[in-house]
């Protein structure tokens, strides 16, 4: 049958009540195809014009030069950038040109790092393109799923990627496993047959396999009724692009700490200026040169710079830890979060279904050890007091490898794995017994299999054993109870068990053999089997990660909350949530049919007594993230499906998994964990704490220099004296010295304490009260050490440009000195070894070398007005600085003495 392609309007809008409320005959009309012949090659071609590949937008990528320009977006480096323009304004082309130079490499560091970060999270991607399966007139073949078309028909079979949105036509056993979009870790059944309500979520429209979706078993065909965009994960990615993406927590903290910056500079150069021309009869053109270089010696021309470096350093650190950053400001901001919003499946868990407990027909208990599809663990009696009889256990195990269809192969040292995944389960725990597939059919071939079936809930495999007929069962509990000879107590007793296993979020599946006649016909065994021997009770779980709960733990310690957002029954999440530390009983759990009904007040009223968000859909989870920041909340989520990336773009911080995770995921977040690993987070936690810290140092040093020079300069023009300092002396001083050490400063290593520290308040400023008592205290010893130096020596009688120069040489020193005291608030720096950091060492020593060479150095002596030191200055001048020093030591020790005190 030829086709007509579609009209826009129908390409674009499924039917009113979505396509899972119409039987398969309906939806192959409405999209005007065959269920016999698909569409005919020329109908395909026609689609594919109109309609565009099967592929999601992929994400754009900036150009080179467009992150370099992003780089500028900063309110600090607006000012920097007005005062370049004033200063090229009044031909100050010295200092126009080193404000210019810090901001161009300010922003190649941070264009760089970004560069980097992209290629990194690129070659997270899949090699390899999906194949699909498609009937094209009335011939089945492959193609590439980006070739797909509304009104392919698409053949799916065991281990099968969908390739787009489907109406089931046909399905045989089908169960696919959609844990990317809903977040469900157990595969679902899905019947062509069934009838949807017009309002059945996502995850429950069974009769629909959606794009992205995996199939574990059965076969399956399809009618495609939406491909690229259209699909639901285009939607979600759509969504994901229409949410505005949260600011980092440094983001808003260097946003309000440069907007405090250019006030307090400008209304102080303005006011000297003014009192210098209105009371001292200076000209204006003399105070306004001076003003601006005023202000720009007081602006930390320096803090960009540190800033971007002491990220990328934690960047980089983060990088060796297992977590690639996307965006530099996102380092810092794992580490102010006060929340984290965690997917369970694939993030919290492994994805991996693995068998944890056994109980065996003889009321023996085994725990099984390991995690995941690598047969590696012990399976251990529990009561080891009692005699262990392992032929039992052995009988289960056969039946375990005999009724199973799924593949677990050794290929180079790692394992290669195929089917669903209780089969898989069933062979790890099989081989951790010593039991192998492969052996057990050759000696006991397979007659004849029942495949599972949800109405069945069972699944059997008949087998020639020693000259005679033996067939394994597996399923449901209740079913294959049915089919065992029980009396009644010993079934009460196993449905105890069956209950008791199921409380500790364990997906429970039941084991039993018996005979048939060997010569009966194979067709004659497609019924139910009977009278078989019950043998096991096996428990499955999808495991925790490896140090996932200890990770918990250390985020606890930190003061930051973790609550589990999945898609996951209440009971299976909460019994998770328990072994993690999460949450302890079902009042802290909330559903997200819950979710829906709440208001947005109830809601973030909610999230300070909720620990555990189960069967919640994307939206809520958007939601969820929503309300935590309402609550006050810097809110990280971690996720790895489709399912979570619009809550990871609202984020402040969005953490994806990379092995993983879907590239929708990934690239909605800041940050991208290699390893898949949750523990990373807390090392990301550490890191970031520890690039805040070093910022914070780095602004109190840059800091305290601009109050100790507009101080200085201030009260030496409000007391008529001459200008203690030359404008060029202030640039100097500034761009010069603490540009070379302030970058050291973002070098300096943890202190082990990071993690035992709450979060910071997310109204905090990042200049505090602890940093305002410091910059102040320090800046203004500096002050009036060094303008009583300048008045003494002028009143010694020692010429204005000798007076000039001792100043800025003490400046220089005090700066040494203070470089090394920043390096912590609390403790003291006879406490924190030099080697420990030789970057700042280094950069102590340029900085003092810069300025010696500058002093004897013929052009720069007559550019900067400088000269050498007497041998007196060289005496007295260090021992001033160094009082610097013993100040700041006192203050951290009353700081010190008087916490303990209270």
Same mark, same amino acid.
């Given at each position: 049958?030829?086709?007509?392609?579609?009209?826009?309007?129908?390409?674009?809008?499924?039917?009113?009540?979505?396509?899972?409320?119409?039987?398969?005959?309906?939806?192959?009309?409405?999209?005007?195809?065959?269920?016999?012949?698909?569409?005919?090659?020329?109908?395909?071609?026609?689609?594919?014009?109109?309609?565009?590949?099967?592929?999601?937008?992929?994400?754009?990528?900036?150009?080179?030069?467009?992150?370099?320009?992003?780089?500028?977006?900063?309110?600090?480096?607006?000012?920097?950038?007005?005062?370049?323009?004033?200063?090229?304004?009044?031909?100050?082309?010295?200092?126009?040109?080193?404000?210019?130079?810090?901001?161009?490499?300010?922003?190649?560091?941070?264009?760089?790092?970004?560069?980097?970060?992209?290629?990194?999270?690129?070659?997270?991607?899949?090699?390899?393109?999906?194949?699909?399966?498609?009937?094209?007139?009335?011939?089945?073949?492959?193609?590439?799923?980006?070739?797909?078309?509304?009104?392919?028909?698409?053949?799916?079979?065991?281990?099968?990627?969908?390739?787009?949105?489907?109406?089931?036509?046909?399905?045989?056993?089908?169960?696919?496993?959609?844990?990317?979009?809903?977040?469900?870790?157990?595969?679902?059944?899905?019947?062509?047959?069934?009838?949807?309500?017009?309002?059945?979520?996502?995850?429950?429209?069974?009769?629909?396999?959606?794009?992205?979706?995996?199939?574990?078993?059965?076969?399956?065909?399809?009618?495609?009724?939406?491909?690229?965009?259209?699909?639901?994960?285009?939607?979600?990615?759509?969504?994901?692009?229409?949410?505005?993406?949260?600011?980092?927590?440094?983001?808003?903290?260097?946003?309000?700490?440069?907007?405090?910056?250019?006030?307090?500079?400008?209304?102080?150069?303005?006011?000297?200026?003014?009192?210098?021309?209105?009371?001292?009869?200076?000209?204006?053109?003399?105070?306004?040169?001076?003003?601006?270089?005023?202000?720009?010696?007081?602006?930390?021309?320096?803090?960009?710079?540190?800033?971007?470096?002491?990220?990328?350093?934690?960047?980089?650190?983060?990088?060796?830890?297992?977590?690639?950053?996307?965006?530099?400001?996102?380092?810092?901001?794992?580490?102010?979060?006060?929340?984290?919003?965690?997917?369970?499946?694939?993030?919290?868990?492994?994805?991996?279904?693995?068998?944890?407990?056994?109980?065996?027909?003889?009321?023996?208990?085994?725990?099984?050890?390991?995690?995941?599809?690598?047969?590696?663990?012990?399976?251990?009696?529990?009561?080891?007091?009692?005699?262990?009889?392992?032929?039992?256990?052995?009988?289960?195990?056969?039946?375990?490898?005999?009724?199973?269809?799924?593949?677990?192969?050794?290929?180079?040292?790692?394992?290669?794995?195929?089917?669903?995944?209780?089969?898989?389960?069933?062979?790890?725990?099989?081989?951790?017994?010593?039991?192998?597939?492969?052996?057990?059919?050759?000696?006991?071939?397979?007659?004849?299999?029942?495949?599972?079936?949800?109405?069945?809930?069972?699944?059997?495999?008949?087998?020639?054993?020693?000259?005679?007929?033996?067939?394994?069962?597996?399923?449901?509990?209740?079913?294959?109870?049915?089919?065992?000879?029980?009396?009644?107590?010993?079934?009460?007793?196993?449905?105890?068990?069956?209950?008791?296993?199921?409380?500790?979020?364990?997906?429970?599946?039941?084991?039993?053999?018996?005979?048939?006649?060997?010569?009966?016909?194979?067709?004659?065994?497609?019924?139910?089997?009977?009278?078989?021997?019950?043998?096991?009770?096996?428990?499955?779980?999808?495991?925790?990660?490896?140090?996932?709960?200890?990770?918990?733990?250390?985020?606890?310690?930190?003061?930051?909350?973790?609550?589990?957002?999945?898609?996951?029954?209440?009971?299976?999440?909460?019994?998770?949530?328990?072994?993690?530390?999460?949450?302890?009983?079902?009042?802290?759990?909330?559903?997200?049919?819950?979710?829906?009904?709440?208001?947005?007040?109830?809601?973030?009223?909610?999230?300070?007594?909720?620990?555990?968000?189960?069967?919640?859909?994307?939206?809520?989870?958007?939601?969820?993230?929503?309300?935590?920041?309402?609550?006050?909340?810097?809110?990280?989520?971690?996720?790895?499906?489709?399912?979570?990336?619009?809550?990871?773009?609202?984020?402040?911080?969005?953490?994806?998994?990379?092995?993983?995770?879907?590239?929708?995921?990934?690239?909605?977040?800041?940050?991208?964990?290699?390893?898949?690993?949750?523990?990373?987070?807390?090392?990301?936690?550490?890191?970031?704490?520890?690039?805040?810290?070093?910022?914070?140092?780095?602004?109190?040093?840059?800091?305290?220099?601009?109050? @100790?020079? /507009?101080?200085?300069?201030?009260?030496?023009? $409000? +007391?008529?004296?001459? &200008? %203690?300092? #030359?404008?060029?002396? *202030?640039?100097?001083?500034?761009?010069?010295?603490?540009?070379?050490?302030?970058?050291?400063?973002?070098?300096?290593?943890?202190?082990?304490?990071?993690?035992?520290?709450?979060?910071?308040?997310?109204?905090?400023?990042?200049?505090?009260?602890?940093?305002?008592?410091?910059?102040?205290?320090?800046?203004?010893?500096?002050?009036?050490?060094?303008?009583?130096?300048?008045?003494?020596?002028?009143?010694?009688?020692?010429?204005?440009?000798?007076?000039?120069?001792?100043?800025?040489?003490?400046?220089?020193?005090?700066?040494?000195?203070?470089?090394?005291?920043?390096?912590?608030?609390?403790?003291?720096?006879?406490?924190?070894?030099?080697?420990?950091?030789?970057?700042?060492? @280094?950069? /102590?020593?340029?900085?003092?070398?810069?300025? $010696? +060479?500058?002093?004897? &150095? %013929?052009? #720069?002596?007559?550019? *900067?007005?400088?000269?050498?030191?007497?041998?007196?200055?060289?005496?007295?001048?260090?021992?001033?600085?160094?009082?610097?020093?013993?100040?700041?030591?006192?203050?951290?020790?009353?700081?010190?003495?008087?916490?303990?005190?209270?």
């Amino acid at each position: 049958m030829d086709v007509t392609p579609l009209t826009a309007d129908e390409r674009r809008s499924p039917p009113p009540l979505g396509w899972h409320t119409m039987s398969p005959e309906s939806a192959m009309s409405a999209v005007q195809t065959e269920a016999t012949r698909g569409l005919s090659e020329a109908a395909a071609a026609s689609r594919l014009q109109r309609d565009g590949p099967n592929d999601l937008p992929a994400p754009q990528t900036a150009h080179p030069v467009v992150i370099f320009l992003r780089q500028f977006r900063s309110p600090l480096v607006y000012v920097l950038l007005a005062a370049a323009v004033l200063s090229l304004g009044l031909r100050h082309l010295t200092d126009a040109g080193f404000i210019g130079f810090v901001l161009v490499v300010n922003a190649l560091l941070g264009a760089w790092q970004e560069l980097q970060a992209e290629r990194q999270s690129a070659n997270l991607r899949g090699l390899l393109r999906v194949r699909a399966t498609v009937l094209r007139d009335a011939v089945t073949r492959e193609i590439d799923a980006s070739q797909l078309v509304r009104g392919d028909i698409v053949v799916l079979a065991s281990g099968d990627r969908v390739p787009a949105d489907l109406r089931l036509c046909e399905t045989q056993a089908l169960e696919v496993d959609a844990s990317m979009l809903t977040g469900e870790s157990s595969p679902v059944a899905h019947d062509a047959a069934l009838a949807c309500e017009e309002h059945t979520p996502v995850a429950d429209r069974t009769n629909c396999a959606l794009a992205g979706t995996l199939v574990v078993r059965g076969r399956a065909r399809g009618v495609v009724v939406a491909t690229g965009s259209a699909t639901e994960v285009g939607r979600i990615a759509s969504r994901m692009a229409a949410t505005a993406a949260g600011k980092p927590p440094l983001t808003v903290r260097m946003e309000r700490f440069s907007h405090a910056v250019a006030i307090v500079v400008l209304s102080a150069a303005v006011l000297i200026g003014c009192v210098a021309v209105l009371v001292h009869d200076q000209s204006i053109f003399t105070m306004f040169t001076f003003g601006v270089a005023l202000a720009v010696s007081a602006i930390p021309e320096g803090l960009p710079v540190a800033v971007t470096i002491a990220l990328a350093i934690a960047a980089r650190r983060m990088a060796s830890r297992g977590a690639i950053v996307r965006q530099l400001p996102a380092v810092e901001g794992l580490g102010s979060c006060s929340l984290v919003a965690s997917d369970k499946t694939g993030t919290l868990t492994c994805n991996e279904l693995t068998a944890v407990e056994l109980r065996l027909d003889d009321n023996a208990r085994w725990q099984v050890t390991g995690a995941g599809y690598r047969p590696v663990g012990e399976i251990r009696r529990v009561d080891d007091g009692a005699r262990v009889d392992k032929s039992t256990l052995v009988a289960a195990m056969h039946i375990a490898v005999a009724c199973n269809e799924a593949e677990l192969i050794a290929v180079d040292g790692a394992w290669r794995t195929r089917g669903d995944p209780t089969d898989l389960a069933l062979l790890v725990l099989a081989a951790k017994a010593g039991i192998e597939r492969d052996h057990v059919l050759a000696q006991w071939p397979v007659v004849a299999q029942i495949a599972y079936e949800p109405e069945r809930r069972f699944a059997a495999s008949f087998h020639r054993r020693d000259g005679s007929g033996w067939v394994a069962v597996k399923g449901a509990p209740e079913r294959v109870f049915d089919m065992c000879v029980l009396d009644a107590g010993q079934r009460e007793s196993r449905e105890r068990d069956v209950s008791a296993m199921a409380q500790l979020g364990q997906r429970v599946l039941a084991l039993a053999e018996g005979k048939f006649d060997a010569e009966s016909d194979p067709a004659s065994l497609r019924l139910d089997p009977v009278g078989l021997q019950f043998r096991a009770l096996v428990g499955l779980i999808d495991p925790l990660r490896e140090g996932a709960a200890a990770a918990v733990r250390r985020c606890h310690e930190a003061g930051i909350r973790v609550v589990m957002v999945t898609g996951d029954h209440p009971v299976t999440a909460l019994a998770i949530a328990d072994e993690l530390g999460i949450a302890a009983g079902p009042d802290e759990v909330m559903q997200g049919s819950q979710v829906q009904l709440a208001s947005p007040a109830q809601l973030t009223e909610a999230i300070g007594r909720v620990r555990v968000f189960a069967r919640v859909t994307p939206e809520q989870k958007l939601a969820i993230v929503e309300a935590a920041q309402s609550a006050g909340h810097f809110v990280a989520v971690t996720g790895d499906g489709v399912n979570d990336a619009p809550a990871l773009r609202r984020a402040n911080i969005g953490v994806a998994m990379g092995r993983s995770g879907t590239d929708v995921a990934r690239d909605a977040a800041d940050l991208v964990l290699s390893d898949d690993n949750f523990t990373t987070i807390v090392a990301g936690v550490e890191e970031g704490r520890i690039a805040y810290r070093n910022i914070r140092n780095v602004v109190y040093l840059l800091t305290a220099a601009g109050i @100790a020079e /507009v101080v200085t300069v201030g009260l030496a023009v $409000l +007391a008529g004296l001459p &200008l %203690p300092l #030359l404008p060029v002396q *202030l640039l100097w001083l500034n761009l010069v010295t603490n540009g070379v050490q302030d970058v050291g400063l973002a070098f300096e290593r943890g202190t082990g304490d990071e993690l035992r520290a709450p979060p910071r308040p997310s109204h905090e400023p990042i200049f505090n009260r602890l940093m305002i008592q410091r910059g102040v205290l320090a800046g203004l010893w500096m002050s009036a050490l060094g303008l009583g130096l300048f008045v003494w020596l002028l009143d010694a009688g020692r010429p204005l440009d000798e007076a000039r120069n001792a100043l800025l040489l003490l400046m220089v020193l005090m700066q040494n000195v203070d470089a090394i005291n920043a390096r912590s608030e609390t403790i003291s720096v006879l406490r924190l070894p030099l080697r420990n950091n030789p970057v700042l060492l @280094a950069g /102590v020593g340029v900085a003092l070398g810069l300025h $010696l +060479a500058a002093m004897y &150095l %013929p052009w #720069l002596q007559q550019v *900067l007005a400088v000269r050498p030191p007497s041998a007196i200055d060289w005496w007295l001048l260090p021992a001033l600085a160094v009082s610097l020093l013993v100040l700041m030591e006192a203050q951290k020790r009353w700081r010190h003495s008087r916490a303990q005190s209270t």
